[in-house]
């Protein structure tokens, strides 16, 4: 399968392109990062595109700094929707498959069981309302396109367009402060980027369906806990503190329960990993220790 992955240089495009890569004679990957192709330039994919030999394009480019971009919805639109619809356009003009990665952030929040792919959308935030926009746009210009909601992401390359990643920012202000107060009125599917590019190739591989997917570890936590297990599994000495959201404001709105079922993607891909199995593996390759108790089998199941 030859692969064009675009936003090769961010978290999730390096664990594409890394994982990808040991599959010698499975995928064939063409990394192109925004040296190669600015997608924000939407008049310049068309002919990028078409002057390329692939199977599948998988887009990973977006901006997705949520509180940035809620002061440059020009730009978000353009990169997060407009420049999508040119990629699904030229896909399907080449009958290529189109791969697009978007967010748990199209939901609102305001239920308390997990998302479902046909659950009603209502982004409460620009970057939201941009992705949202480029899974229709994608759909529209081409039908086998295939959109991977994915969330809360933690890679060993971190996000370039976030300057890391919460596990990495836990780590740091942890070790430096020795206290951290963090948000616990926020649940989410605290995600590896591993994992999901695990899930994307092989569903690929298994000639998936197009559609939308949930291509997030299994589990949920809020923020703080989140933190908690980061700063007890780094073996960190710091305290965690559970604080409200109202305590940290923040110029993007937030959803309070963004958690995704990801049943649907299991069922073409098999199961996927426990976030807190994700999390070991992360720590492991980034080679902070990890701390083992006796309550850890108490702690696997607090943590859901
Ligand atoms: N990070 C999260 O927690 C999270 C949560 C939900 C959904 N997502 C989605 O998951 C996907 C991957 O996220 P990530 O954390 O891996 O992102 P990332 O590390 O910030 O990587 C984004 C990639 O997009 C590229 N890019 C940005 N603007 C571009 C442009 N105008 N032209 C060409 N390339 C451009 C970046 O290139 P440069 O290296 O040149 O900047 C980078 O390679 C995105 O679609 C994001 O919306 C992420």
Not at 21 to 36: H, L
Not at 83 to 91: P, R, T
Request: with cysteine; proline share 5%; glycine share 8%.
């Amino acid at each position: 399968m030859n692969i064009l992955l675009l936003g090769a240089t961010g978290q999730l495009g390096s664990d594409i392109q890394c994982l990808a890569s040991e599959e010698t004679g499975r995928f064939n990957i063409t990394p192109w990062s925004r040296a190669t192709l600015d997608v924000a330039r939407i008049d310049a994919i068309p002919d990028a595109l078409a002057g390329r030999d692939f199977d599948v394009l998988i887009n990973c480019a977006s901006f997705h700094a949520t509180d940035a971009v809620e002061a440059d919805a020009q730009r978000a639109f353009s990169v997060n929707a407009h420049a999508v619809q040119a990629m699904a356009d030229a896909c399907r003009r080449k009958g290529a498959r189109f791969v697009h990665i978007s967010t748990d952030y199209v939901f609102d929040g305001c239920r308390r069981s997990p998302y479902g792919e046909d659950d009603a959308p209502g982004p409460l935030n620009v970057y939201g309302a941009s992705k949202l926009m480029g899974e229709a746009l994608a759909r529209v210009a081409h039908q086998d396109a295939i959109i991977f909601r994915v969330a809360s992401l933690f890679g060993v390359a971190g996000s370039r367009g976030k300057g890391g990643n919460f596990v990495e920012t836990m780590i740091r202000v942890g070790r430096e402060k020795g206290a951290l107060r963090v948000i616990d009125d926020q649940f989410m599917s605290p995600t590896s980027t591993a994992d999901a590019a695990g899930a994307i190739l092989v569903a690929l591989e298994a000639g998936i369906a197009p559609g939308v997917y949930h291509a997030v570890n299994t589990g949920q936590a809020s923020w703080y806990e989140f933190a908690r297990r980061i700063i007890e599994r780094a073996g960190v000495e710091a305290t965690v503190e559970p604080i409200p959201a109202a305590e940290y404001p923040l110029p993007a709105r937030r959803p309070a329960y963004s958690v995704l079922a990801n049943a649907k993607l299991a069922a073409v891909v098999g199961p996927i990993p426990h976030w807190t199995d994700g999390l070991d593996r992360y720590l492991h390759a980034k080679g902070y220790a990890q701390k083992k108790s006796p309550a850890d089998a108490g702690h696997e199941a607090a943590v859901t």
